[in-house]
């Protein structure tokens, strides 16, 4: 299917959905392969410059259009004869910047096709391989061509499990200094890789050029002793200016160490670590060298409350911590308040303590730094339920730009609060709300929050239920309607699980259509039947 999806031109092409279906109008009865010609823009391109122009003609069959710096080719189905023609085509397009063959999974085993020809584009910055299958040979073909692209900064061969191994030795010790972006997410690189190219980058990519950060992101597999898979990713930013001394490149066998070595890291990730469970009190002690960084990322680390207590030691010698992300972390419900007292509170903007199992004392503390901040992310934490009041009143007016109270337990008196906020003009910047599965919260709570005045920034919505669940809104959809004219900037409206008759629905669908709204519910067939209608209707 993916060789008939291929001979036919864009234009022609089908979902695979479409093809698998009785709607099969663009395939030829006969079985045939319908051809199309360059259009005439294109062909007098090819007659004024036929290099150029045979770029162009390629392109167009892929339903791309032709850009002298950049080359994607990203979702096309390419073959292996793809890759060698659009290979063979580099030599027409020497102001090329960036390549992108992402997610083309049938030129796996044959990456030398394109390259064999990347000494035609010296100049070249970024190049993306990503999910396409690439093995060993296709990781050594790689390598022995980065010496032709000495200007590239960014290499993504994420998705590519052939990577990892052994085969990502192949590029190991060939990379050169201006390489500031290395992404090889989900490679299933194994430990001995991960020590290799901590080596590597210690030898290879740094220097930096001044203003460029460094991104460095991995993911490898380790075993643990029950034989269960481990996946650990480890994502570092930082930003040295060339004045300064070299410094290393933190790997993530030997981050404590590294760290001192980059005082001028703005934001550290190391989230979704689920190792760093018990030894974070080893990394903690070298984060008061970080005298720069804004943004820490624990997230889905399993964080003990050693570790949390550790975290809170060091908090106060980051005076330039404006977001920390310990969500996810059921352990840091218990030391919030503690964490809270330990920011610089009027400068943080974001502190997600969703998922944590806030308890009163903290969710109580949390009112102290939400004045100040952006984001208040509390979703999944039941102590929210009939407290909510407590943060909403200590809101000041245009700062909040996301609140998201998912799984709250919510009910009347919550949503009546938010619609007094919104009263006072304290969410009148607000851009996102998320109060979905909160299905105990009765009508009058929803007809309140749309009657309320004073959400103009709003933009997107989610007052989904919960999977298993379902729930008419025939009697606060008439106050949703009304409100629409107030919310100009609404572009996404998320209404799953609940139902309506198929008249509210058309009246719902015809509001938002006019404004290009994106509207998301449940099909048809769920929906309730209007009053007085037969099931065929």
């Not at 002690?285 to 960084?293: A, D, E, S």
């Not at 980051?318 to 509170?345: C, F, I, R």
């Not at 299905?439 to 749309?450: I, K, M, N, R, T």
Request: charged fraction near 20%; hydrophobic fraction near 40%.
């Amino acid at each position: 299917m993916n060789q008939i999806r291929r001979k036919r031109s864009t234009s022609d092409r089908k979902p695979l959905g479409r093809f698998l279906s009785r709607d099969r109008t663009g395939i030829p009865e006969n079985g045939g392969v319908e051809e199309k010609g360059p259009g005439p823009g294109v062909a007098a391109v090819v007659e004024r410059d036929p290099g150029w122009g045979r770029v162009c003609v390629f392109l167009q069959k892929l339903g791309k259009k032709a850009d002298s710096r950049s080359l994607s080719l990203a979702h096309c189905d390419l073959t292996a004869t793809d890759l060698l023609e659009s290979a063979t085509l580099l030599q027409f397009l020497p102001q090329l910047e960036e390549v992108d063959v992402s997610w083309n999974e049938l030129i796996g085993g044959c990456l030398t096709a394109l390259t064999s020809h990347l000494q035609d584009v010296g100049g070249i910055r970024a190049l993306r391989l990503c999910s396409c299958r690439l093995n060993a040979v296709d990781v050594s073909a790689l390598g022995e061509a980065l010496a032709c692209v000495p200007l590239l900064e960014i290499l993504d061969l994420s998705w590519n499990g052939g990577v990892g191994g052994g085969a990502l030795q192949g590029l190991l010790g060939k990379l050169h200094p201006p390489l500031r972006e290395l992404h090889l997410v989900a490679c299933q690189l194994t430990a001995a890789d991960a020590t290799a190219l901590g080596t590597d980058f210690n030898l290879q990519i740094l220097p930096l050029r001044k203003g460029h950060p460094l991104i460095f992101q991995m993911s490898y597999i380790s075993h643990n002793a029950t034989g269960e898979n481990t996946l650990s990713v480890v994502c570092v930013t930082s930003s040295v200016p060339m004045s300064q001394e070299r410094p290393c490149l933190p790997s993530p066998v030997s981050v404590c160490g590294s760290l001192r070595c980059l005082p001028s890291v703005r934001e550290l990730d190391l989230s979704c670590n689920k190792g760093l469970a018990g030894g974070l009190d080893r990394l903690t002690p070298h984060l008061v060298h970080l005298t720069h960084l804004e943004s820490l990322d624990l997230h889905l680390c399993c964080l003990t409350r050693s570790d949390l207590e550790a975290l809170i030691q060091v908090l106060p010698s980051l005076a330039a911590m404006t977001q920390l992300d310990v969500s996810s972390n059921k352990e840091a419900g218990g030391v919030a308040h503690q964490l809270v007292t330990a920011l610089p509170l009027t400068q943080m903007r974001r502190l997600p303590l969703n998922s944590c199992s806030l308890n009163q004392e903290s969710f109580t503390a949390l009112a102290l730094v939400v004045p100040y901040l952006h984001t208040v992310d509390v979703s999944w934490c039941k102590v929210v339920g009939g407290r909510l009041a407590l943060l909403l009143d200590a809101l000041q007016p245009s700062v909040v730009l996301e609140l998201r109270l998912s799984s709250c337990e919510s009910r009347l008196t919550v949503l009546l609060g938010a619609a007094a906020a919104c009263r006072r003009g304290f969410l009148s910047s607000l851009r996102t709300l998320d109060v979905s599965y909160n299905g105990a919260v009765e009508d009058a709570g929803w007809s309140a929050l749309f009657a309320a005045e004073g959400l103009a920034s709003l933009q997107d919505v989610d007052l989904s239920l919960r999977p298993s669940t379902s729930a008419p809104c025939s009697a606060w959809l008439p106050a949703l309607l009304c409100s629409a004219p107030r919310l100009p900037a609404l572009t996404r409206l998320a209404l799953q699980r609940w139902t309506a008759g198929s008249r509210d629905r058309e009246r719902l669908d015809q509001c938002l259509r006019k404004r290009g709204v994106q509207l998301e519910w449940d099909a048809v067939t769920n929906q309730e039947n209007p009053e007085g209608s037969r099931p065929e209707e």
